[in-house]
């Protein structure tokens, strides 16, 4: 199995010199000669029987002086729209500020990485040799190249076993937002301000690996996917004067009452709401204490 783990090498692989074959040689037929003959057992199942029937052992260890280094490669476009409006409106006999956004975003990604192709992978590393000693392929089919797993492999081998593929990344991004601020109504200590709004919010993501991955014959296979969700927010937010202005108290300067309401609507989590509830003292115009009760969430 080749899949992604160690690497069967037989004793005889013709990559393997002669002075390091000796070596391990007699180191296994010390360690595994099971039988006591002399000679080692084998210890590698090149027919898939469930059987060793050769003597070898295992190469372990990353690909990097192989194949050469992973290199990554990416490049990333992005585009941006926003649009924007804002206005006034006259309401009995009060000014409120408006203001309506669009903006649609999208970021695509080309990613370039090396990959194995696996069956090219597999018939490669079956090395013997032919009638003149060189190394070649035990499955010559496909324009195979023997690939040398144990020193330097050429540039040959490491073209037919692996390759340069490229999977894309595609993000979207689409937020609508409208807002209306103003004071609504004169009360004693003050106006009362009121500001209120919504917000929806679209996410949308695929990835679409490189067609050798979508079809399975790099190492790691990869499968396209999508998938989005979007939120919807609605709020107001208020201060409401309490004391002050024409309400004169003593040791109050101003006395005002600040309130929020959201609710959250994701299409993922579900609803919820978050608010908060809170007071703003000043006893002299340059000192102000403000304490409030919150409940707050966070969208995914």
């Keep these: 199995n080749v899949a992604s783990g160690p690497i069967p090498v037989l004793i ?3 990559f393997l010199p002669d002075a390091s074959r000796e070596i391990l040689l007699s180191a296994m037929n010390a360690r595994h000669d099971f039988n006591r003959d002399g000679i080692a057992d084998p210890t590698i199942d090149t027919d898939g029987d ?3 029937d050769a003597v070898g052992f ?3 260890g990353g690909l990097t002086n192989v194949v050469g280094k992973n290199g990554f490669g990416s490049r990333q476009d992005t585009m941006r729209l926003l649009l924007g409006l804002d206005g006034e409106i006259e309401f009995a006999g009060r000014t409120l500020l408006w203001d309506l956004s669009y903006s649609y975003s999208e970021l695509q990604s080309d990613n370039r990485r090396k990959a194995i192709l696996q069956s090219n992978f597999e018939r490669a590393v ?3 040799s032919d009638a003149s000693g060189n190394a070649v392929c035990v499955d010559l089919s496909n324009g195979c190249v023997p690939l040398n797993v144990i020193g330097r492999a050429s540039q040959e081998a490491i073209s037919y076993v692996s390759t340069t593929i490229t999977d894309q990344l595609t993000l979207n991004q689409q ?8 004071d609504v109504v004169d009360l004693p200590a003050g106006a009362l301000a009121v500001a209120a709004g919504l917000a929806f919010r679209d996410e949308r993501s695929s990835y679409e690996p490189d067609e050798l991955a979508r079809s399975g014959q790099t190492r790691f296979g990869a499968v396209s996917r999508r998938g989005s969700y979007d939120t919807a927010e609605l709020y107001v937010e208020t201060v409401v004067p309490l004391l002050g202005g024409l309400l004169d108290t003593p040791g109050i300067h101003t006395l005002e009452f ?3 309401y959201r609710l959250v609507d994701n299409s993922i989590a579900g609803t919820d709401p978050t608010w908060t509830a809170g007071l703003r003292y000043r006893p002299i115009e340059s000192v102000e204490l403000r304490g409030n ?3 707050s969430i966070r969208a995914p």
């Design 12 to 14: 005889d692989n013709p």
């Design 50 to 52: 469930g059987v060793p």
């Design 58 to 60: 295992w190469r372990t």
């Design 126 to 128: 079956q090395v013997t």
């Design 175 to 182: 937020v609508v937002t409208a807002n209306v601020t103003g």
């Design 258 to 260: 600040e309130g929020a």
């Design 293 to 295: 009760v919150t409940k």
